[in-house]
């Protein structure tokens, strides 16, 4: 198969890590004979820097015409503390994420055994935690009508949602549910927000051509709550945009390493493959960050174009690091790994 | 002191804790010769039932006249899945806070030494964890204006804040944290809501005439990480309606029950006083209810009118009944005190 993939690699250890998926993409493309070619372009705080815009037209127009988009991470302290900056780096992400069309964020979230010792949670809470969490990507409050009046003393968001984007991410989860453990949690606050009610009324609809998976709803502050009680009691998680933002990041510590994270946005006609990790700016060039959410990402990539067997073997070669303990620090404290080593060994491995 | 205490007990297990509140406040009042009188009204789903009307306008009158309401639980399942129902309970307890001026909500977060087996985390995650949240209630996008085309097919909800309804929270968080451990954590979502952004701007203004503070910023998705894995840095928490809904829930579990946790929400005039939990509807009427959570929002009343050596005595017996064992099942399985039990035992204690 030829792929052209978009390579955004961002700020912080974004690139470091980005070079590892590339370097096992690599290896794949040699293997299993596939032409992989990568092509970079600037996005975030580095793309502000260079060009003042967080998403360049040129990176845009790379992004729309490559088969699917390999993502570091973005984000700059230097621009976060600031409210009255008119530029940020997530503009950049959020921008991107819209013109794409990539409606719906997929976050696998399992429970390593090998990790389960660094988890927060105690082992009979996390053990044999399998989820998935399938967020809305392009709507909502994130991208609702902001103001702010001239005093500057009243601000608002607009959330908003419309029966279509709420189909089109509703049938993913209840396929994904399908295939899986057959069961449909929403997530929402229907109690309060008239969004969530729109959100429970649709979801039930299209429940009922899903017979056979069962559909249930949890209020989005029970949900945080049972994230941390009972992770085990989830299959398919679905929910809107914030909500689904705050609880994956929960759901995503509970395992034992964020490091192993990665995540799967798609559209109709486009896709983009990314760790969940952010841009750790302490880290940065010190070759010790963690690449596996990375290249774990880059095995959601090839399972989004079918090429399974390939995934596959790319997951058997990080579960092996992490048997052998070919692992960056922040797994094993006392590892002589770095960035670049476990990249290497992912890759000869294949 | 004389005070006249509204009771809204609500529904599910509301009345039979609350009952437990009212018997340890008479021991309180024997024993240190104050004057409580206590005026029952009717509230939520029991109020739906009886009146058509969630918080009915002689509910509100009996708040408005009393010095301080002490509040149960509400919510019934049977509104909860119907998206269309006109009336909702919640409805209810919303317009109270915003009728009262309610308008921060506390809720204290404490790793109990004896309930630690029963947290979900691990013992060197929450050990020595105490928190305080500070929920701006009567703002944000749960108030703002909602709205439902008429195809009941596009749905939004406003997100508004001004400068004066952070401001007021603001000081009473940081005088909350001057007295405790001298640091505020603001959370919000600054890199995307123009609300969050006016928060920062706001409270890092406040902030500097409280130079003995020391002020933070977390983003929601990251705080509802830090939570869990490390509940210890945070001293006081000052957040928006939405975010605290969601991060003290989450906060609330870590501790290892529910069951133990109160808070309270003030205005200007008024107070309210309440478990955190919810109605729990399964377990009504069954005498199995843990009322320490609604016994300690108790003394959080007496607290907010000075009376503190009345709620140490609170405290010193709800401590004595958790060393003695003297708990609901859900704290010891084993246990045969019912909710009444714990509620005599806590008020002969005093
Ligand atoms: C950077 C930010 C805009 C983004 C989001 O909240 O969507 C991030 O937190 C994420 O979850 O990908
Ligand atoms: C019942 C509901 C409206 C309420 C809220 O979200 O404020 C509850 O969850 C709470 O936190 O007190």
């Given amino acids: 198969m030829d792929l052209n993939i978009a390579v955004l690699a961002g700020d912080g250890i974004g690139p470091e890590v980005t070079q590892q998926a590339i ?91 090998t990790l389960i010792d660094k988890s927060p949670l105690k082992e009979d809470r996390i053990n044999g935690t399998d989820l998935t969490i399938y967020r809305e990507l392009t709507g909502g409050i994130y991208f609702g009508e902001k103001k702010l009046n001239e005093e500057g003393t009243v601000a608002s968001d607009l959330c908003e949602y419309s029966d279509f984007e709420i189909e089109r991410i509703a049938h993913l989860a209840f396929k994904a549910a399908r295939a899986r453990k057959k069961k449909l949690t929403l997530v929402d606050k ?28 949890l209020f989005v502050d029970n949900a945080a709550m049972q994230m941390i009680l009972n992770p085990n009691q989830f299959d398919v998680i679905l929910t809107e945009n914030m909500f689904g933002d705050i609880i994956s990041d929960e759901g995503s510590v509970i395992g034992g390493s964020i490091g192993l994270l990665a995540s799967a946005s798609v559209g109709e006609d486009h896709s983009m493959f990314e760790p969940i990790h952010g841009s750790f700016p302490q880290a940065k060039g010190k070759d010790i960050a963690n690449p596996i959410a ?17 995934a596959k073997a790319i997951h058997n070669a990080v579960e092996k690091a992490l048997e052998l303990k070919v692992v960056t620090t922040d797994l094993d404290p006392s590892s002589k790994y770095t960035t670049t080593k476990v990249g290497d060994f992912i890759a000869d491995y294949i």
């Avoid at 409210?83 to 991107?96: I, M, T």
């Avoid at 649709?202 to 899903?210: D, F, H, L, M, R």
């Fill in 294 to 310: 990375s290249i774990l990402s880059a095995a959601m990539l090839l399972e989004h174009f079918k090429l399974y067997e390939e």
């Fill in 23 to 113: 370097k096992t993409l690599n290896a794949i493309g040699e293997v299993y004979n596939h032409n992989f070619t990568f092509k970079d372009a600037v996005v975030g705080a580095a793309a502000i820097d260079q060009t003042g815009d967080p998403l360049p037209e040129k990176t845009l127009k790379v992004c729309l015409e490559t088969d699917a988009v390999l993502f570091g991470a973005i984000g700059d302290p230097k621009y976060d503390n600031d409210p009255s900056a008119k530029v940020r780096p997530e503009q950049g992400l959020l921008k991107l994420r819209k013109s794409l069309g990539l409606f719906t964020n997929i976050r696998p979230i399992k429970a390593y055994p």
């Fill in 190 to 217: 229907a109690n309060v927000l008239e969004t969530s009610r729109l959100w429970r009324k649709v979801v039930t609809k299209i429940g009922e051509s899903y017979p056979d998976i069962t559909l249930d709803f």
